[in-house]
């Protein structure tokens, strides 16, 4: 049995830079993987590379045991792999329909109506609707643009539509970082609802306690290598912060 | 409010203010559409020729020509982008029209050439598509400004124009031309008026209802997330830019029906025109809002202090500074509400 998601012996350079040195690690169905690790850990290039922006130096990434390669980030999407990047990608003035259908948009039935590109507002409203009641989020009204929505309801958004149209991986970048204490909740438990699909989550975060909340398993980047690999009663915050400052020391995991 | 009863009235709160945000963009459209009323009740007890036939049949003649340019920057703007081409766009659209009707009867014209006209009429339309297309293909592809592109082929289109012909409009054209735009339906409906109308409709649904205006919106609102989502954002960029050019040429061929020639100054002033009718229309500069009856609104509006103010014996310099009043007036109006209503 394969993992979902898989990189093996990743590095990636830019320049003389070595931002990857060759990682591993790996993502199951339904599990919620923390990346956790210092500024320029190599936490963004590992994102980048998953999410089809950029390509690795060397190394695989694996998705159900199949080397896949993305050329673009369009690639990766369609592959089953979303990213929500921090700035959400949202356009503001255009109602949660419209974003969460962005590019997906149900056209009528007949064939005057496909050949015009006429909406299926209702149908679109009504799916979108039904997603965001699925996944608990407290978005008022689907009609409401999303620049009206709060900090929080906005992240359930982004995640909710990736997390509709992709499937297989959802790449988070920080995604509570703007976010007052009850509405990180919120986005934690939507983590959670997600990865009980069966979603392979990944996590990046700066927020320890975060991980410690949502996370089955957390890897601790450290200098362009994995220097942790903590799960369980090993998941602890000290552990976290003592292989992300170094303190403490390890090889792969 | 306490931290315990916050948790019960969050829902209701939140309700009350969904309803009411999603409550502005009707009132914006409203409280325009009733400045346009009023202006309308304001001139006809001002002067006891504004609500008449010969009135409304000069307005109207105004207006389409406005309006039809007005569209196509609605979708523009909508886009986050501007066409300041467009009244150019027209001027030259019209003369090249006219220019391929001589060149086709090289001699006196006759009364009724219908092919002739046709593929006159063919050809403005087609020369402002080409000029839409260059403009959507340096915005999308060479990334260029749109201010900056628009403003090189407002010069461009200006400078073809009067090539043409020396600078001259060009009157030997088929009768028929004229006799096709002073047709009038009822004694109320010119036809170049009727196809406006039947254009913006389509154009307002098409903004409002189908994928193209909401890729349109979301350009403009937000180009990065609509990258991100897999849209071919140049590909609609480029149908856009094309879309305004291609209502300039059909703008210039009702110009040249109803003057019965081909002139390259007769969208001069309409450029500035369409695009304060957009803005008092309620479209954002910033892109992301706005709606077709809002331009009409606005398109109205202007018309009607165009040729309101001459019927109540005011010198018709004010106009434009009327124009430029209201203009000023709406968005400020606009920006203050949102300011209000809005909960950052």
Known sequence: MSARLAVRDLTKHYGGVQALQGVTLHVEAGEVLGVVGDNGAGKSTMLKILSGAVFPSSGQV???????????????????????????ALAGQRDVVANFFLGRETLSGNWLARRVGWLDGRAMAAHTVSELDRLHTRIPDVHLASRDLSGGQRQALAIARAAAWTGKVLLLDEPTSALGVEQQEQVLDLIRRVSAEGIAVILIS?????VLRVCDRAVVLRLGLVAANLSGTDLTSENLIGYITGAMQGGQA | MTGTKAGTQAPAVALHHALWLRGRAAVRDLWIGGVLLALIVAFGIGSPYFLTRANWLNTSSTATEVLLLAVGETFVICAGGIDLSVGAVLGFAGTAGAWVMTQLVSGAPTGASVG????????AVAAGGAFGLANGFLVAWAGIPPFVVTLGTLGIATGFGYLLNNGQEISAIPGSVATFGNTNLG???????????????????????????????????????VVRAGINDRRYLLEIYTLSGILAGVASVLVMARLGAGSPDSGATDNLNAIAAVVIGGASLFGGRGTIIGSVI????IAVLLTGLVLINVPPFWQEV???????GAVYIDQLRNRKTSRK
């Open chain 2, 187 to 225: 004694g109320w409906v010119p036809v170049p008026v009727l196809i406006t109308a039947v254009i913006t409709i389509w154009c307002g649904l098409l903004l409002a209802k189908t994928r193209f205006g909401a890729y349109t919106l979301s350009i403009g609102d937000s180009r990065e997330a």
């Open chain 1, 206 to 210: 700066h927020q320890m306690p975060d």
């Open chain 2, 298 to 301: 606005g398109t109205g509006i």
């Open chain 1, 62 to 88: 694996l998705l159900d045991g199949q080397p896949v390669r993305f050329a673009t980030p369009a690639a990766a999407h369609d592959a089953g792999i979303a990213t929500v990047y921090q700035d959400l």
């Open chain 2, 116 to 123: 002739v006209v046709a593929v006159g009429f063919a050809a």
């Open chain 2, 322 to 328: 009327a124009v430029g009043a209201v203009l000023i």
